[in-house]
């Protein structure tokens, strides 16, 4: 006997049964230790900040989607949790507790240490928010031994790492600009410009500022007229640069001659005047110009104020001319490097004018363009004032404006690297492959060297110490290392560590001291250095390590191309000189129903919680690992879609497996086998066939990274195995009796279920855990535990499912054409012809045989076959173009012509009245929760005549008579006929359940 099944399903509450049962019977454990043979997945570790939105759960789905069919592939998974502990995502969250406004409070009043303790105990705090919904969703992970990158002994391996790659030469130390927050006072990295919100849109003003050329035009003063979108930048003006290959007007203003670039004089940038004279860009290459601000005039002498030739100026924007300031500008300062123009930064670590620019002093750099806009245009320089809206960068984490500023830091020679990486990204599987050589191969070929200094406190510390009196340098690369110098124990790695540890340089005939560099390294450096942090290597199992990397795939979002995946390959192939990741999954991005991205501080989208509450983990499993985001496409996210395969797939699913208990509970069918029958009923075999192809779409999809493809084939088998299967084998199973057809039947179900269950596992795991238990109640742990199936076709399965296939579509013709005429499914027709027009008087025994599923598709020709009988539909002998007679409606499709007779006669409108009738009666059984085997009184109200009354008695396994105290009434009108049904318990019961 199989545990009996309940007529309500409470998905949300099975799920926690189940989750229960796995965490008592330590299934996951089992799971990772059932084979020696291991699959290796890094996973990628998130900021423990809030709570997780649908796109971080869905990556959690992916993630467990995988590593249970891996392991029921014969593999062991480890699933080791990881946390993103540094950073600035942290630390301002730390500020904003603390009441922090600015960087220097957290070393003046706070103090370091104080400030990374409350760094360490707010990570700590995030935690349990996070394995709530990741447990709750379903995903098995070692949640309790997650490694965390403000750990010491993963903090030694970032060490070891930065040191191996300093010892390599692939780090140095450069004044180079890069992007900068002056609110966080920290210098950022590329890809830090490229995350979610980084680029945002931004008004500036737009300023046409003219330059005095220090030579005339006709006699008459000469002026360069420049464009720029950052007036702050101006009082640091060095040089002004053209494109030596493009051409330049003169143009005339009165007493004077402006000049600017060709094409954005004919762009009417200053109206419409007499063109003077034309330049090449190289003729006025060299020119000089007076300053427009004074304060670093003495510079001319060395070189600035002067023209400079750049290919970087475009004419599609501004004046065709632009204007340099070395310390804010990456083209420009390379260009000035390039020239010998130093460098002048008058602006300080939090974004205001210092005293070299007394006029503004003290000011924030953008609350100070309207007076420097101000200031120049009293002084008539100002050609053309505009306001410009923009993509802008900004701090990804207080979205604060950046600005580029130089910087003294350390890079990452990425571009040493670079043929490296591109050869290593060729041996890594990209799903979809496009990512290949599309938006991570174009993002590795344009990269530079990588910023990897943060001027900030919570991180791991830059591990280099340098001589304050030569150029001596050492660098740490071990605790054991850092011990050693500072001639103690260091139960940290934080800086309040290692900022104390100081000793005499080594350098003969040298006094000074080895002090560390005052920076701590990126996040992102610390991320990319998971392989290794996580598992202590090379201070810890470092046999396991190299036997075991690279891994065997990773899945994240898009985001990730140009962070985590970005950096963990740059490291990898820096230190190892391999890729860190086999294969790679980019998921899609989840957006709101109307398009916009979902915001944690809007909370445009519904909880996650709340809708695993409300539909179940499974629904949502289903329902993410099915669409297009499974493989990078975007997807509007729809609470409703969720609803919808609770009532489409997984009800379905649950109640072929209710269907089953029960009939074989009432038969006492038990099943002696899980080998696949070798059934002799074609509809058997039918689904046999149909469940061997699932089996390989579903295969093949899961092991090549592509869940839509899997899952579509396993909901579709459902929708087979419950709408055509069952439906058509029903009162088989409603007979009384067990004979050999019936056994068939059941042996052929519950394989069916078996296999259909293993397929859901790592989809739905919860329900699918719930069917194959429930089919095997004794001696199966979990199916999770199971070999993947392997279910083999029969040569004879493909023509079998032709002809099936065949008959679906005429069948579903007809309900098309059913719809057109607004005729009810339950409502009996008279006729219906599949059209041949050589058939003639033979059509109804052609139709009985295609009923009875005699039908296939060879080429382009449809046979149907009735005993030793076979017709064959030609193309031309079928015309599509067919025009119903009255009373018929035609529907032609693939060489197949179905028409209906759609005149209901009085006898077969009763015969509908009927069965709408039953249709109430049977969802009365189950709403009010009787047993299949329950006889019960049933009184129908209504004109319908006594041989219908009897027959849907006998549908319904019931008396006829008059129910005074029902369970249940049902009030329905058909064809403006009312009826009233009430049915009421027996105490009679019958072995007879041959009911609809």
């Known amino acids: 006997m199989y545990e009996e099944v309940g007529s309500k399903l409470d998905l949300p509450q099975l799920e926690r049964q189940v989750a229960e049962y796995w965490r008592q019977a330590g299934i996951f454990e089992k799971s990772v230790a059932r084979s020696k043979s291991e699959v290796i997945f890094y996973d990628g570790p998130p900021f ?99 490694y965390r990158t403000m750990d010491r002994d993963y903090m030694e391996s970032v060490i070891w790492v930065f040191a191996e790659s300093y010892r390599k030469g692939l780090i140095y130390r450069d004044y180079r600009v890069v992007p900068y927050c002056y609110r966080c006072e920290t210098s950022l990295s590329a890809s830090d410009t490229r995350e979610s919100d980084a680029t945002r849109p931004r008004q500036d003003p737009a300023l046409t500022v003219k330059f005095r050329a220090r030579r005339s035009v006709d006699q008459r003063p000469a002026y360069l007229l420049a464009w720029t979108t950052t007036p702050w930048t101006l009082p640091s003006n060095l040089a002004l640069a053209l494109h030596p290959e493009h051409e330049y007007v003169a143009v005339g203003a009165e007493d004077e001659v402006w000049i600017l670039g060709a094409g954005a004089f004919n762009a009417g940038l200053v109206g419409s005047r007499d063109v003077l004279r034309t330049f090449a860009g190289r003729e006025l290459v060299g020119w000089e110009y007076d300053p427009i601000f004074p304060y670093f005039a003495d510079d001319a002498a060395a070189g600035a104020f002067r023209v400079l030739g750049a290919s970087f100026v475009a004419t599609n924007e501004g004046s065709g001319i632009v204007h340099v300031a070395p310390a804010f500008g990456e083209d ?89 990486l591109l050869a290593a990204n060729e041996e890594i599987n990209w799903v979809p492959d496009t990512v290949k050589h599309g938006r991570f191969g174009k993002w590795i070929d344009a990269a530079r060297d990588w910023n990897i200094s943060r001027n900030r406190y919570w991180g791991t510390p830059i591990p280099v110490w340098e001589c304050t009196g030569c150029e001596a340098r050492w660098v740490a690369d071990s605790a054991a290392a850092l011990e050693q110098r500072a001639g103690r124990r260091l139960p940290d790695l934080h800086i309040q560590h290692l900022d104390g540890i100081e000793f005499p340089c080594t350098t003969p005939g ?17 991320s990319g250095a998971m392989p290794f942090g996580q598992c202590h290597y090379p201070f810890e199992n470092r046999e396991w390590f190299e036997s075991h990397y690279p891994a065997d795939f990773i899945v994240e979002y898009p985001g990730q191309i140009r962070g985590w995946f970005y950096c963990m390959h740059v490291l ?36 996650p919680m709340i809708l695993l509450d409300r539909h179940g983990a499974d629904a949502l499993r289903l329902y993410l690992l099915g669409s297009p985001a499974a493989v990078m496409a ?97 009162k088989r199973f409603w007979a009384p009796g ?3 057809t019936k056994r068939s039947g059941y042996d052929t179900l519950y394989y069916v279920l078996t296999v259909l269950s293993q397929l859901l596992a790592p989809l739905a795991p919860f329900i699918a855990e719930q069917v194959y238990r429930g089919l095997h109640p004794t001696g199966a742990a979990s199916v999770h535990l199971t070999d993947w199936p392997d279910v083999v076709a029969k040569p004879e399965d493909d023509l079998l499912m032709q002809e099936v296939a065949t008959t679906q579509q005429i069948a579903r013709m007809g309900l098309s054409l059913r719809k057109q005429a607004g005729i009810r499914v339950r409502q009996p027709l008279a006729a219906a012809q599949i059209h041949g027009p050589r058939l003639g008087p033979e059509m109804q025994e052609l139709i009985r045989a295609a009923r009875n599923g005699h ?98 008695a006998g549908w319904a396994l019931a008396d006829l008579a008059e129910v005074h105290a029902p369970d249940g009434t049902a009030d329905l009108s058909v064809d403006g006929v009312s009826f009233q049904v009430k049915v009421r318990r027996s105490s009679s019961v019958s072995n007879n359940v041959e009911c609809a």
């Open 634 to 730: 975007d997807l509007r996210f729809r609470d409703a879609d969720v609803a919808e395969h609770v009532r489409r797939v997984l009800l379905p699913f649950w109640n072929a497996y209710s269907f089953f208990v029960t009939y074989a509970n009432i038969d006492g069918y038990t099943a002696d086998s899980s080998e696949r029958p070798s059934p002799a009923d074609e509809l058997d075999r039918w689904i046999l066939a149909r469940l061997a192809a699932a089996v390989t779409v579903c295969t093949r999809g899961l092991a090549g990274y592509a869940t839509n493809t899997a899952t579509v084939a396993v909901v579709e088998f459902i929708g087979d195995l419950t709408n055509w299967y069952i439906r058509r084998s029903r």
């Open 332 to 420: 420009d300062y390379w260009l000035c490097r390039r020239e010998g123009i130093a460098l002048r930064n008058p602006v300080d670590e939090a974004g205001r004018f210092t005293a070299a620019v007394p006029e503004f002093l003290g000011m924030n750099v953008h609350d100070a363009n309207p007076k420097i806009i101000g200031h120049l245009k009293a002084a008539a320089l100002v050609v053309r004032h505009d306001t410009v809206e923009h993509n802008y960068p900004h701090c990804w984490r207080c979205r604060t404006p950046l600005v580029y500023r130089a910087m003294d830091a350390c890079y990452y020679r990425v571009e040493k690297i670079k043929d490296r």
């Open 510 to 526: 040298c006094t000074g001291t080895m002090r560390r560099v005052p920076e701590v390294l990126d996040g992102w450096f610390e």
């Open 855 to 952: 039908v296939r598709q060879e080429g382009d020709r449809v046979v149907v076959s009735s005993g030793s009988r076979t017709w064959q539909l030609a193309p031309d002998e079928i015309d599509v173009g067919y025009q119903g007679k009255d009373g018929t409606t035609v529907a032609a499709e693939s060489g197949i012509l179905v028409a209906l007779d759609t005149v209901v006669s009085d006898d077969l409108r009763i015969e509908g009245w009927a069965n709408e009738v039953n249709r109430h009666v049977q969802d009365l059984r189950k709403q009010t929760g009787y047993a299949v085997t329950d006889r019960i009184e049933l009184e129908i109200v209504g004109d319908l005549p006594d041989h219908w009354r009897q027959t849907v």
């Open 48 to 146: 423990p900040t809030g709570s997780p939105h649908p796109g971080t759960v869905f990556v959690s789905i992916l993630k467990d989607a995988f590593a249970r069919f891996f392991t029921m592939r014969g593999n062991s998974v480890p699933r080791r949790w990881g946390w993103d502990c540094h950073g600035l995502p942290i630390e301002t969250a730390v500020e904003k507790a603390l009441g922090v406004t600015n960087k220097k409070q957290i070393e003046s009043e706070i103090g370091i240490a104080r400030f990374n303790d409350a760094c360490r105990e707010l990570v700590a705090g995030y935690d349990e928010s996070w394995e709530r919904y990741v447990h709750r969703v379903g995903r098995w992970v070692d949640y309790p031994n997650a």
């Open 738 to 740: 067990l004979d050999d």
């Open 572 to 607: 990898a192939v820096g230190v190892m000189d391999r890729p860190a990741f086999r294969s790679c999954l980019v998921h899609g991005t989840l957006l709101t129903e109307d398009g916009s991205k979902m915001s944690k501080s809007l909370r445009n989208y519904t909880d």
